[in-house]
């Protein structure tokens, strides 16, 4: 079947014909029916060079023949027991060994998990109720963290379904913004559990910090007794062996980890200083549990992956990322737009507006319809985007200078039909 007609049959069976909200573009989502290195192929006959890569988890693109090497093994000596295994115990090793703030680490299934149990070990660590988000900050799809961002201070539920009575606790601030999260915490200090950050947002396109900002959110948590968390669902392993925190030299209390860390197999993680950590059951009291836990085929699929992000990987996906936005710079000033280039690393976006995006406001005022245009027409030249505005674009190790060039004579083509 052709992927018109699956989307038409998907709908019947699944809400919306998808798993997961965002990939349900219009007028209907490519099916892929498989993908190798920075290519993936639709059920259509179409390939195309991808830049989405499961929304982050890739980095070594489509699957890698070490990732499959050590799963195959794994899967023939079983796929779940539900008792410890000594791999776990090297890849918790792993990310001490590159982490700053992780002296100890909790595995689990997914990025949601992961600040769910981040939040909740605050709470309980702290004695207070409330955290911090900021607007157009993404931290998976629990009730803690739906909260409709750009609604102001107060937490308003992002989602039928969720009570007033828990986002009320959710306490919105502006990215980037000094005074704003300092007024903040004069006025609640003694209610503030945590602050939960991505330390380069991710999830409103790409934005990252402000020169000194990680360090001042680090200097006024302290002060005031509040716990940090970074939320590194996206930057951990991508930017730096170790995150956001070795790439800005800011260490938070806790982190969390998905994506990149269950080397493309579902994987999320939490981890910290020891002293927080230890409150975790069965060694502490705070309730953290789940049936796939360090399942040992994502743990596996983890090691084979870490094994492979050693430093002179970063230094070439950070010329990787630079190369093809300087690319990207130029195809705009040759097309006579001043739209923004935005990410470091292997993360980037173009936003369609110009001038800085330093918050979710900024962001917000794109040109949403401008974006669409675009990426419809890169879809059609073989390049597949995130299909919003408001998604991060990503680099693997498997994309070539070549993929890089047609991507660049794509986007200069494209951009000739947003201009119009
Ligand atoms: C993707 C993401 C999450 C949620 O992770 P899931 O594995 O999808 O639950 C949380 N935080 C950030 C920053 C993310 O990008």
């Known amino acids: 079947m052709i992927s018109e007609d699956l989307f038409n049959e998907a709908k019947k069976f699944l809400p919306g014909g998808v798993n997961s909200p965002v990939r349900a573009y219009k007028p209907y989502p490519f099916f892929a029916e498989r993908a190798e290195g920075s290519r993936i192929y639709d059920v259509d006959g179409n390939s195309y060079i991808d830049y989405c890569?499961?929304?982050?988890?890739?980095?070594?693109?489509?699957?890698d023949q070490s990732i499959i090497g050590a799963v195959s093994k794994q899967l023939e000596n079983?796929?779940?027991?539900?008792?410890?295994?000594?791999?776990?115990?090297?890849?918790?090793?792993?990310?001490?060994?590159?982490?700053?703030?992780?002296?100890?680490v909790r595995f689990m299934n997914s990025g949601t998990e992961a600040t769910m149990s981040a939040i909740r070990l605050a709470r309980a660590a702290t004695g207070r109720k409330k955290i911090v988000k900021f607007e157009g900050s993404y931290h998976g799809a629990h009730d803690y963290v739906l909260v409709k961002s750009g609604s102001g201070a107060a937490g308003l539920?992002?989602?039928?379904?969720?009570?007033?009575?828990?986002?009320?606790?959710?306490?919105?601030a502006p990215f980037n913004d000094e005074e704003a999260v300092a007024k903040l915490i004069e006025s609640e200090k003694d209610e503030i559990a945590a602050i939960i950050v991505e330390p380069v947002m991710g999830n409103i396109g790409c934005i990252p910090p402000k020169k000194g900002y990680l360090e001042f959110l680090r200097k006024i948590t302290a002060e005031n007794n509040i716990i940090l968390i970074f939320d590194e669902v996206i930057t951990g392993f991508r930017i730096?062996?170790?995150?956001?925190?070795?790439?800005?030299?800011?260490?938070?209390?806790?982190?969390?980890?998905?994506?990149?860390?269950?080397?493309?197999?579902?994987?999320?993680?939490?981890?910290?200083?020891?002293?927080?950590?230890?409150?975790?059951?069965?060694?502490?009291?705070?309730?953290?549990?789940?049936?796939?836990?360090?399942?040992?085929?994502?743990?596996?699929?983890?090691?084979?992956?870490?094994?492979?992000?050693?430093?002179?990987?970063?230094?070439?996906?950070?010329?990787?990322g630079q190369k093809l936005r300087k690319g990207l710079?130029?195809?705009?000033?040759?097309?006579?737009?001043?739209?923004?280039?935005?990410?470091?690393?292997s993360m980037f976006q173009i936003y369609f507006?110009?001038?800085?995006?330093?918050?979710?406001?900024?962001?917000?005022?794109?040109?949403?319809?401008?974006?669409?245009?675009?990426?419809?027409?890169?879809?059609?030249?073989?390049?597949?985007?995130?299909p919003s505005q408001f998604e991060c674009c990503f680099l693997s190790r498997a994309h070539s200078d070549e993929d890089l060039q047609i991507t660049l004579e794509n986007v200069d083509e494209a951009l000739k039909v947003v201009k119009k």
């Open 78 to 104: 079983g796929t779940a027991y539900g008792v410890p295994t000594e791999n776990e115990i090297k890849l918790a090793k792993q990310v001490v060994r590159r982490v700053p703030c992780a002296d100890m």
């Open 329 to 345: 710079e130029d195809v705009l000033e040759n097309n006579g737009l001043n739209f923004h280039v935005a990410g470091l690393s």
């Open 157 to 172: 539920p992002d989602s039928p379904g969720v009570p007033e009575d828990t986002t009320k606790n959710t306490v919105l």
């Open 240 to 320: 730096a062996e170790g995150g956001a925190q070795e790439y800005f030299g800011v260490t938070p209390d806790l982190v969390t980890f998905g994506k990149i860390l269950g080397g493309g197999f579902p994987m999320g993680a939490l981890a910290g200083k020891r002293e927080l950590m230890e409150m975790i059951a069965p060694s502490g009291n705070v309730y953290q549990a789940g049936t796939f836990n360090g399942n040992p085929v994502s743990i596996k699929a983890g090691l084979a992956m870490l094994k492979q992000l050693d430093s002179s990987f970063y230094t070439t996906m950070n010329s990787k």
């Open 53 to 63: 890569l499961a929304y982050g988890p890739l980095v070594l693109g489509h699957a």
């Open 353 to 386: 507006k110009e001038g800085d995006v330093l918050d979710y406001k900024d962001a917000k005022s794109a040109d949403t319809q401008g974006f669409t245009a675009y990426f419809h027409k890169l879809l059609e030249g073989g390049i597949f985007l995130p």
